[in-house]
C-alpha cells in the first residue's frame, strides 16, 4: 500500500499513515542518551580540569543532557507529529502495521494515533481501528478504512424495508461490523486526567519557569505560583471529570425491546439490537426513550423530539408501508416523518393493520427497522459532537507560536547582552547562564492558557444566563466577525402561532373579502377539517402544528381518536375518519389526505397557491389577485382543493395509489389566510444589526410577496423591492421575469442574459428559488447573491448553498431559523443559531428543577459522610426540605411544603410536630440548616458565574452549533456581543502578556548586571495585584448596542503589532533613563557580589517601581473597553487591582507613605531624585497611551465588509 494513497474514507479524516512502534533503543529519547550519560562520566571523572573546571559547569551540563532529554520525552504528548517521527516508523502495508496515525480535518476533534485490532473468525480475519468512538473497519475490495455502512445511507429501494421480516440466521457478522448498541463513555481517574494537564507544554514550562525561580532563592513567588498552576489544572480536571459523568447519563438505559428475528418474536435487550432487525416500538416510560434510529415500516407513533432537535411540539410520524416500494427512500425528504431518531420519546403509537408483513408483535405496537445504533444515531453523532469537538480551549494554533517567536528573538537579545556583558565583568558562570535562562522564560507568558480558557468559558457561561448553549466554543469568538446575519421568517422573525384571519375566494366584487367558516361553503370546512396532520392523545391533548391547530379551531370541528373529526350540524355529529395522509413535504410545497365523510371518498389538499394553482382542473379568474392581495400586506396564504374519488374505495385499493395522482385534477375550495405576528424583539433586533454595520437577509420558503413584505416591517429591505421569479404567464423563450411588488413593472428576461448592475443601486433585490436554480451557472451570480436581501420559495438543498457561497466570497456568515426545515444552513453557516419555542418561565422552572436536583446530590453526599462519622444527618436545605419526610434532620419540611403551593393540613402540622421530637437543640438544627443552605446556594452562585454550563441532551440541538432554548431574536446580538468580547480579550490579553514579558525581561536584564535582586516580598505583593488585574481581565461585560467598529480579527497586523513595539520603546527609554540617573548617584559596582543576600538600593528600589508602573500602564492602556465592552471602570477588580498598582509605585517613588517604603524594603531617595522618578512614571504612562492612540486612529482595522452595506 503506496503511503500516499487514501487509506480511510471519512470527512472528517485529513490524512492517515500506518504506523509500527519503534523499538525502545532507537528512540530519540533513548538511544542518544546511552552515550551521552557514560561520556559525561567518562569526562567528570578522567577529563574534569581540562573540559568542565568548575562545579558551576558541572551542574549547567548536567542540567543541559537531563533537560533535554525529559523535553525529548515530553514533545510526543505535545504533537502527533513528533508522536510519529519519535516513537514509531512509517509502514507501507497493513500486515506490518500495528497502529494508524490519524490526523483530522480542522474542527473535527483531535488527530490521534490509535491501535489496529485484529479479530480473528472462522470465516475471516477482520481489521479495524477505533477512533472518536467508531469503530473505522478495513475492507480488502477498496483497500479501505470505512465507519460501518449501513443500507439506509446507500437510499434503498422501498421495498426492501416494507418487505422485510427481520433479520434470520447468525448474527454474529452484525455484531462485529456494528457492535453493541450503547454509548461507552468510560470516566478516567483523577490521576490519568491530571497526567494529561500536568504534561501539557504549558505546563511544563511553568514549572522549569518556577524550578528557575527557586534556584535564584525566590522562595515565596515561586511556591505561590507552583501552588496557583496546580490549584488551576485540579480545578480543570474536576470540570472535565464533571462534563464527562454528565456525557455518561446521555444514553438510554437497557431495556427489553420485542425483536422479529428467525420469524418468530423474542425479548432482546436494546443494547443488541442490530440494524436490519425489526422491532415494535410502544409507548416509552418516563426513564426510557427510543433505542436507536428507526424506519416506521407499519402504524404510527407521536414523538417527541426535544431531547434531539429541541423543538418541544410532538410530531405525527407515520409509515413507510403505502409509499411505492420502486422508489428510493428520501431520508430528508418525503420520508422524512417515517424516521424515529434515537434518544427521542414516544407519547403514543397506533398498532399496524391486519394485513402486515408479519403476524401482529405480542405487545402490539408499531413496527420499526432499526437503521442505525450507537455512536451511528443522530443523538450519538450529537454525543460525539459534544465530546470530541468541543476540546479544551489550547494556545497550539500557528499564531500564539509565531507570536511567542517574536517574544523571543527579544528576549535573546536582552540575554545575549546580559551574557557579553557580564562575561566582561568576570561575573560567575552558573550564575550568568541562569540568569540567562530566567531572562528568555520571562517572555513565554505562562498566563496564556488560563487566560484563553477563561475569555471563551465567560462568553459561554454569559450565553447560559440567556439560555444559549453551544456545543463548539471555538465558534464563539468568529461570531465577533460577523458580515452576514440570515434569517428564516415563519418561527424566527413571525411566531410560529399563526392568527387565522378568515378565507377568501367566495367574492368576486371584493378580493379582500374575508369570510368566516360558517359563511363559506360547506365543502371548504370539511377540506380544513380533514387536511391536516393532528392527532389526539390518550391523554386528550391534540398535538401538531400550531397554524392546523388554529385552522380546525376557526372552523369548529374536534380530533377525536383513531383519526375521526367531529363537528355538530343542525343537531346532528358530523363525522369525517381521516383513511390516509401524504404528509407535508418542503420539496412539493403541499400536504393531502383521503377522507371518509357520508360515504364518499374526499381528497384535500392544502399548499402553496402557485403549487395548487398547477393542479387545479378550472383556476377562476382572479385567483392570483386575490391571494396576492393578502400576501402583499404580510399575511400567510394556502390554497386548499378537492375531488372526490370512488365511494367507499376498497382498503385494498387506498394502500396502492400513488400520491401524484391523488394531488391532481383539483377543485378549488378558497384560500385560508393567516397573520403572521412578528416576534415582539424582531424591529429591534434587525434595528441594532443594521446599525452595527451587519447585513441582514431574509431566507425563506414562503411566498416571496408575504417574505418582502416581513421584511420591510423589520427593515431588512428599505428601497423599491424588484423580485426575480418564474413568470406566471407566457412569455415566449423568456424564463425569468424582473417585478415589483404590485406588480406595475414587469420585465421578462432569459436565464441567460447580463443581469443590468444599475438594479442594485436603486433597488433592493429579492429572488426565488426557482429562480435561483435558473441562475447556477450564470457568470453574475455572485454579484447578484451579494445584493440579494430576500431569497423565499427556497428549498433546504438551496439555503445551505446559499450560505456555502457567501463563504466563498469570503464573508463570515450567522444562520438563524428552527431546528428542523434549516439543518443544513445551520451546520454550513460560520455561526449557526437553532431558537426553540421555549418561554423564559418554562426555563427558570427547569433550572430551579436542576438546582433542586444538584443540591440533593450534595445534601445525600453529606448524610453518607455524616453516618460513616456516627454522626445525626444536618438538617435537609429549605429548598430541598419538602424532598423529605418530616424528621429532625428536617426542621424546614412545613415552610418547604408551603413554598410548593401545597396547603398545609392539621394532620401535617401534628405529624411534623411529632417527627421534630428530638435531643437535639432547635437553634443548632436552625444553624446548621442555615449554614447548608449558604454553602449551596454560594457554591451554586460561584459555578454559575465562573463555569460554562455544562451540556446536558435537550440543552444543545443537533441541527446548529449555538443553541437558543427561547424564541427571541435578540439571541443573535447575545452571541456577536459575546463573540466580539471574546475576540477583544484575548488580543488585550496577547498585548498585555507581550508588554509584560518584554518589560520584565528587559528590567531583569538590567538588575542582574548589577548583581541586584527583587526582595522575595516585593516579587510576592506585586505578583498578587497583578494576579488580581489578569484574573479580571476577561470579566468585563459587553455593551447592550453594537457598535459600528468590528474588533481586530488576530495579532499580525500594522495596529496591534505597532502598538507593542510603540509602547515597548517609550518603556525601555524610561528604564533607560532611570538606570542612568540611578548610576550617578550610586555608581555600579565593577564586581557585585552575586552570593550576597537581598539588600535593598536604589537600584532595586527604582527598577521595581519603574516595572511596576509600566504593568499599569500596560494594563490601562491596552484594556479593550468600549465599545465592544463596558470601560475599564466598571470592570471593579481590573480598576481597584490597577489602582491599587498605580497607588503603590507613586507611594513609593514620592516617599508618601514611608512606612509602606519601609516594609517593601525601599531606599530613602533625594528630593531631586524623587521628582525625576515620579515624572518619568507619568510620561511611561501618558507616552504609551500616546502610542496607543495615534496608531488605532490610523490603522486599527475596524471597517465592515462591503456587503454590510446597502449601495456598494
Same mark, same amino acid.
Given at each position: 500500500m503506496s503511503s500516499h494513497a487514501k487509506l480511510v474514507d471519512n470527512p472528517a479524516v485529513k490524512s492517515a499513515q500506518l504506523l509500527t512502534p519503534k523499538p525502545l533503543v532507537n528512540r530519540p529519547y533513548v538511544f542518544p542518551f546511552l552515550i551521552l550519560y557514560p561520556w559525561f562520566t567518562q569526562i567528570y571523572l578522567y577529563n574534569y580540569d581540562e573540559y568542565i573546571k568548575g562545579s558551576e559547569w558541572t551542574f549547567v551540563y548536567l542540567g543541559s543532557i537531563i533537560s533535554l532529554q525529559a523535553l525529548l520525552l515530553l514533545m510526543p504528548n505535545w504533537n502527533i507529529k513528533v508522536d510519529t517521527l519519535f516513537n514509531y516508523d512509517q509502514v507501507n502495508s497493513l500486515p506490518e502495521a500495528t497502529h494508524v496515525m490519524i490526523q483530522t480535518n480542522p474542527n473535527n476533534g483531535a488527530s490521534a494515533i490509535v491501535p489496529i485490532a485484529r479479530d480473528q473468525y472462522p470465516d475471516e480475519t477482520q481489521v479495524s481501528f477505533l477512533f472518536q468512538k467508531r469503530r473505522f473497519i478495513y475492507h480488502d475490495s477498496d483497500k479501505l478504512f470505512t465507519p460501518p455502512k449501513f443500507t439506509?445511507?446507500?437510499?434503498?429501494?422501498?421495498?426492501?424495508?416494507?418487505?422485510?421480516?427481520?433479520?434470520?440466521?447468525?448474527?454474529?457478522?452484525?455484531?462485529?461490523?456494528?457492535?453493541?448498541?450503547?454509548?461507552?463513555?468510560?470516566?478516567?481517574?483523577?490521576?490519568?486526567?491530571?497526567?494529561?494537564?500536568?504534561?501539557?507544554?504549558?505546563?511544563?514550562?511553568?514549572?522549569?519557569?518556577?524550578?528557575?525561580?527557586?534556584?535564584?532563592e525566590f522562595w515565596y513567588y515561586s511556591l505561590f505560583t507552583l501552588f496557583m498552576l496546580v490549584s488551576f489544572e485540579f480545578t480543570s480536571v474536576f470540570q472535565r471529570r464533571t462534563t464527562m459523568g454528565e456525557f455518561r447519563t446521555m444514553g438510554v438505559k437497557p431495556f427489553t425491546i420485542w425483536v422479529h428475528r428467525d420469524n418468530k418474536w423474542s425479548q432482546v435487550s436494546t443494547v443488541d439490537l442490530l440494524p436490519g432487525d425489526l422491532v415494535s416500538i410502544n409507548r416509552t416510560g418516563d426513564d426510557s426513550a427510543i433505542p436507536c434510529d428507526l424506519v416506521l415500516v407499519d402504524g404510527s407513533a407521536i414523538v417527541n423530539e426535544a431531547m434531539l432537535s429541541g423543538e418541544s411540539t410532538p410530531l405525527l410520524k407515520e409509515s413507510i408501508k403505502l409509499r411505492p416500494g420502486h422508489e428510493e427512500i428520501q431520508l430528508e425528504g418525503l420520508d422524512k416523518n417515517s424516521i424515529l431518531h434515537g434518544g427521542t420519546k414516544v407519547l403514543q403509537v397506533n398498532a399496524p393493520t391486519a394485513n402486515s408483513v408479519v403476524k401482529a408483535a405480542p405487545d402490539h405496537g408499531a413496527l420499526a427497522i432499526v437503521c442505525k445504533t450507537g455512536f451511528e444515531t443522530s443523538q450519538g453523532s450529537l454525543v460525539r459532537v459534544m465530546i470530541f469537538s468541543a476540546e479544551r480551549v489550547s494556545v497550539g494554533n500557528a499564531e500564539s507560536f509565531f507570536f511567542i517567536g517574536f517574544l523571543l528573538i527579544f528576549a535573546i537579545a536582552a540575554s545575549w547582552y546580559v551574557w557579553v556583558e557580564g562575561t566582561k565583568m568576570g561575573r560567575i558562570q552558573n550564575k550568568l547562564i541562569l540568569d540567562c535562562i530566567l531572562i528568555i522564560t520571562s517572555v513565554v507568558p505562562p498566563e496564556l492558557p488560563m487566560e484563553l480558557t477563561m475569555a471563551v468559558n465567560t462568553s459561554l457561561a454569559a450565553l447560559g444566563k440567556f439560555y444559549i448553549y453551544c456545543t463548539e466554543p471555538f465558534r464563539i469568538p468568529l461570531a465577533g466577525r460577523i458580515d452576514v446575519c440570515c434569517f428564516d421568517k415563519t418561527g424566527t422573525l413571525t411566531g410560529e402561532d399563526l392568527v387565522f384571519e378568515g378565507l377568501a375566494g367566495f367574492s368576486e366584487a371584493d378580493i379582500r373579502h374575508l369570510s368566516k367558516p360558517e359563511d363559506a361553503p360547506l365543502i371548504t370546512n370539511q377540506v380544513l377539517a380533514s387536511a391536516h396532520a393532528l392527532v389526539k392523545l390518550d391523554d386528550g391533548e391534540?398535538?401538531?402544528?400550531?397554524?392546523?391547530?388554529?385552522?380546525?379551531?376557526?372552523?369548529?370541528?374536534? !380530533?377525536?381518536?383513531?383519526?375521526?373529526?367531529?363537528?355538530?350540524?343542525?343537531? +346532528? $355529529?358530523? %363525522? #369525517?375518519?381521516?383513511?390516509?395522509?401524504?404528509?407535508?413535504?418542503?420539496?412539493?410545497?403541499?400536504?393531502?389526505?383521503?377522507?371518509?365523510?357520508?360515504?364518499k371518498t374526499l381528497v384535500s389538499v392544502k399548499g402553496a397557491?402557485?403549487?395548487?394553482?398547477?393542479?387545479?382542473?378550472?383556476?377562476?379568474?382572479?385567483?392570483?389577485?386575490?391571494?396576492?392581495?393578502?400576501?402583499?400586506?404580510?399575511?400567510?396564504?394556502?390554497? !386548499?382543493?378537492?375531488?372526490?374519488?370512488?365511494?367507499?374505495?376498497?382498503?385494498? +385499493? $387506498?394502500? %396502492? #395509489?400513488e400520491r401524484a395522482s391523488v394531488e391532481e385534477g383539483l377543485t378549488f375550495a378558497g384560500f385560508i389566510v393567516f397573520h403572521c405576528p412578528l416576534k415582539d424583539d424582531a424591529i429591534e433586533t434587525i434595528a441594532m444589526l443594521n446599525e452595527s454595520s451587519h447585513r441582514s437577509i431574509m431566507i425563506t420558503?414562503?411566498?416571496?410577496?408575504?417574505?418582502?413584505?416581513?421584511?420591510?416591517?423589520?427593515?431588512?429591505?428599505?428601497?423599491? !423591492?424588484?423580485?426575480?421569479?418564474?413568470?406566471?404567464e407566457h412569455h415566449g423563450d423568456h424564463e425569468l421575469i424582473w417585478r415589483d411588488v404590485q406588480e406595475t413593472k414587469i420585465v421578462p428576461v432569459k436565464s441567460t442574459d447580463a443581469i443590468d448592475v444599475g438594479l442594485f443601486k436603486t433597488n433592493d433585490i429579492a429572488i426565488t428559488g426557482?429562480?435561483?436554480?435558473?441562475?447556477?451557472?450564470?457568470?453574475?451570480?455572485?454579484?447578484?447573491?451579494?445584493?440579494?436581501?430576500?431569497?423565499?420559495?427556497?428549498?433546504?438543498?438551496?439555503?445551505?448553498?446559499?450560505?456555502?457561497?457567501?463563504?466563498?466570497?469570503?464573508?463570515?456568515?450567522?444562520?438563524?431559523?428552527?431546528?428542523?426545515?434549516?439543518v443544513g444552513a445551520l451546520k454550513q453557516a460560520h455561526v449557526g443559531v437553532a431558537l426553540l419555542n421555549g418561554t423564559e418561565e418554562g426555563m427558570k422552572k427547569m433550572q430551579e428543577s436542576r438546582q433542586i436536583e444538584a443540591q440533593q446530590k450534595v445534601y445525600e453526599k453529606q448524610c453518607e459522610l455524616f453516618t460513616s462519622w456516627n454522626r445525626p444527618a444536618p438538617p435537609a436545605p429549605l429548598k430541598i426540605a419538602h424532598l423529605y419526610p418530616p424528621g429532625p434532620s428536617n426542621p424546614h419540611y412545613l415552610k418547604a411544603i408551603e413554598a410548593q403551593g401545597i396547603e398545609v393540613t392539621d394532620d401535617m402540622r401534628e405529624l411534623a410536630a411529632k417527627a421534630t421530637v428530638s435531643a437535639a437543640a432547635p437553634q443548632s438544627q436552625d444553624a446548621q440548616g442555615q449554614l447548608a443552605d449558604k454553602l449551596l446556594s454560594s457554591l451554586h452562585d460561584l459555578?454559575?458565574?465562573?463555569?460554562?454550563?455544562?451540556?446536558?441532551?435537550?440543552?444543545?440541538?443537533?441541527?446548529?452549533?449555538?443553541?437558543?432554548?427561547?424564541?427571541?431574536?435578540?439571541?443573535?446580538?447575545?452571541?456577536?456581543?459575546?463573540?466580539?468580547?471574546?475576540?477583544?480579550?484575548?488580543?488585550?490579553?496577547?498585548?498585555?502578556?507581550?508588554?509584560?514579558?518584554?518589560?520584565?525581561?528587559?528590567?531583569?536584564?538590567?538588575?542582574?548586571?548589577?548583581?541586584?535582586?527583587?526582595?522575595?516580598?516585593?516579587?510576592?505583593?506585586?505578583?498578587?495585584?497583578?494576579?488580581?488585574?489578569?484574573?479580571?481581565?476577561?470579566?468585563g461585560q459587553p455593551v447592550e448596542k453594537l457598535s459600528k467598529e468590528r474588533p481586530q480579527p488576530g495579532i499580525f497586523n500594522i495596529y496591534i503589532m505597532g502598538s507593542i513595539l510603540g509602547q515597548f520603546a517609550i518603556h525601555i527609554a524610561t528604564l533607560v533613563y532611570i538606570t542612568a540617573e540611578i548610576y550617578k548617584l550610586e555608581p555600579r559596582e565593577p564586581k557585585p557580589d552575586l552570593e550576597k543576600e537581598f539588600a535593598p538600593s536604589l537600584l532595586n528600589t527604582g527598577i521595581f517601581l519603574i516595572q511596576l508602573a509600566q504593568q499599569v500602564s500596560t494594563f490601562a492602556v491596552n484594556y479593550q473597553g468600549r465599545p465592544f465592552k463596558e470601560g475599564i471602570r466598571d470592570n471593579k477588580g481590573m480598576y481597584y487591582g490597577l489602582l491599587a498598582v498605580a497607588g503603590l509605585a507613586l507611594a513609593g517613588a514620592t516617599e508618601f507613605v514611608p512606612e509602606l517604603n519601609e516594609a517593601m524594603k525601599f531606599v530613602?531617595?533625594?528630593?531631586?531624585?524623587?521628582?525625576?522618578?515620579?515624572?518619568?512614571?507619568?510620561?511611561?504612562?501618558?507616552?504609551?497611551?500616546?502610542?496607543?492612540?495615534?496608531?488605532?486612529?490610523?490603522?486599527?482595522?475596524?471597517?465592515?465588509a462591503d456587503i454590510a452595506q446597502r449601495d456598494f
Open positions: 439506509i445511507d446507500q437510499s434503498p429501494k422501498l421495498s426492501v424495508l416494507q418487505q422485510s421480516k427481520g433479520i434470520s440466521g447468525d448474527v454474529s457478522l452484525l455484531e462485529r461490523l456494528y457492535g453493541k448498541n450503547f454509548f461507552d463513555i468510560p470516566i478516567p481517574t483523577f490521576w490519568e486526567l491530571f497526567k494529561e494537564h500536568a504534561t501539557a507544554p504549558f505546563f511544563v514550562f511553568q514549572v522549569f519557569c518556577v524550578g528557575l525561580w527557586l534556584m535564584d391534540v398535538v401538531g402544528d400550531p397554524m392546523e391547530k388554529a385552522t380546525l379551531d376557526a372552523v369548529g370541528y374536534q !380530533v377525536g381518536e383513531n383519526d375521526i373529526v367531529t363537528k355538530e350540524i343542525d343537531g +346532528k $355529529l358530523e %363525522k #369525517i375518519k381521516i383513511l390516509r395522509r401524504f404528509q407535508f413535504s418542503s420539496a412539493l410545497k403541499r400536504s393531502a389526505s383521503i377522507s371518509s365523510i357520508h360515504g397557491p402557485e403549487t395548487i394553482r398547477e393542479r387545479l382542473v378550472t383556476i377562476p379568474a382572479n385567483y392570483e389577485d386575490i391571494y396576492k392581495s393578502f400576501t402583499r400586506s404580510g399575511s400567510r396564504v394556502l390554497a !386548499v382543493a378537492y375531488k372526490y374519488l370512488e365511494d367507499n374505495i376498497a382498503a385494498n +385499493k $387506498l394502500t %396502492k #395509489i420558503g414562503d411566498n416571496p410577496l408575504t417574505a418582502v413584505h416581513v421584511a420591510k416591517e423589520v427593515k431588512i429591505v428599505e428601497r423599491e !423591492v424588484l423580485i426575480l421569479d418564474a413568470p406566471e426557482y429562480a435561483l436554480a435558473k441562475l447556477l451557472e450564470h457568470p453574475q451570480l455572485h454579484d447578484l447573491i451579494k445584493h440579494t436581501w430576500v431569497y423565499a420559495r427556497v428549498s433546504p438543498t438551496q439555503k445551505e448553498f446559499i450560505l456555502n457561497t457567501l463563504k466563498h466570497l469570503g464573508y463570515n456568515t450567522l444562520m438563524c431559523g428552527d431546528g428542523t426545515n434549516d459555578e454559575e458565574e465562573n463555569q460554562a454550563p455544562t451540556l446536558k441532551l435537550g440543552d444543545a440541538s443537533v441541527a446548529a452549533p449555538f443553541t437558543s432554548k427561547l424564541t427571541n431574536v435578540s439571541t443573535v446580538t447575545n452571541i456577536i456581543r459575546q463573540g466580539r468580547v471574546a475576540l477583544v480579550s484575548t488580543i488585550q490579553m496577547y498585548k498585555i502578556l507581550a508588554l509584560n514579558c518584554l518589560i520584565s525581561a528587559y528590567s531583569l536584564s538590567v538588575i542582574y548586571l548589577a548583581g541586584v535582586k527583587f526582595g522575595d516580598g516585593q516579587a510576592t505583593v506585586s505578583g498578587l495585584l497583578i494576579s488580581v488585574c489578569f484574573l479580571s481581565i476577561s470579566k530613602p531617595m533625594d528630593n531631586l531624585f524623587k521628582f525625576k522618578l515620579t515624572a518619568t512614571l507619568i510620561f511611561d504612562y501618558a507616552g504609551s497611551w500616546a502610542v496607543e492612540l495615534v496608531l488605532k486612529y490610523f490603522f486599527m482595522d475596524s471597517k465592515c
